[in-house]
């Protein structure tokens, strides 16, 4: 089976502090890790997927194999970025699905 | 850039009628889309795998009979949820992939059903 636990609900900082949203994970294969985020009033959209390594928006993740992690990290948070952050696993496979942890809501004060 | 779009976007029903939900991919063709149901300060969970052409594949626990996914053309799939309940009421949300990275990156607005 697998799993994504995000154990914060909530997370406050204020503008210009580092920020990260963890993000751990249960599967017994290779994995694929994504992060997704929900402004307000917006609809889902991805943000960034492991495999590219990229950096969105300031935002980077690395996968952990070893402590099975995938935090989303940024070094000065914006206001803009308060928003409601999904992790999510895709296993391999042709039947692969995703499985999205239950969100992180970041809130990002002066 | 692909979008999604997903109608309506609220709906309130009485108990015992079916409701439909569709999901067009818009300026792109989704031969694969995906309906998650939300429940409020919960995780998106997965109902079922629309296919084009063929019967969609259902997670454990999702009635066929109850959730009729139907998906007749490349740019849209339906959802209809049958002799609805109030227990039905939640947020429905379908998504498509990037055919080209595999990534689920297009999701719709959702649709907020409540069954009165």
């Known amino acids: 089976a697998q799993r994504v636990t995000q154990p914060e609900k909530l997370l406050s900082v204020f503008k210009g502090a580092p920020v990260e949203l963890k993000c751990n994970y249960s599967y017994s294969g290779s994995p694929e890790l994504f992060w997704y985020v929900q402004y307000s009033r917006q609809r889902l959209q991805l943000l960034l997927r492991?495999?590219s390594r990229e950096s969105i928006k300031g935002f980077t993740a690395d996968l952990n194999k070893g402590e099975t992690s995938f935090h989303l990290k940024k070094p000065f948070a914006q206001e803009e970025d308060s928003a409601m952050y999904y992790c999510?696993?895709?296993?391999?496979?042709?039947?692969?699905?995703?499985?999205f942890g239950t969100g992180t809501r970041l809130q990002v004060t002066l | 850039g692909a979008v999604v779009s997903q109608h309506p976007s609220r709906v309130i029903c009485k108990s015992g009628t079916s409701v439909k939900i569709e999901c067009r991919s818009l300026d792109f063709q989704a031969t694969t889309m995906f309906w998650y149901r939300q429940f409020p300060k919960q995780s998106l969970m997965l109902m079922a795998t629309s296919n084009e052409g063929s019967k969609a594949t259902y997670e454990q626990g999702v009635e066929k009979d109850k959730f009729l996914i139907n998906h007749a053309s490349l740019t849209l799939s339906t959802l209809t949820v049958t002799s609805a309940h109030p227990e039905d009421s939640s947020f429905y949300i379908c998504s498509a992939r990037d055919q080209g990275t595999g990534t689920e990156a297009f999701f719709g607005q959702g649709t907020r059903l409540t069954v009165v």
């Open positions: 999510a696993l895709r296993g391999t496979g042709t039947a692969s699905k995703l499985t």
């Open positions: 492991h495999i």
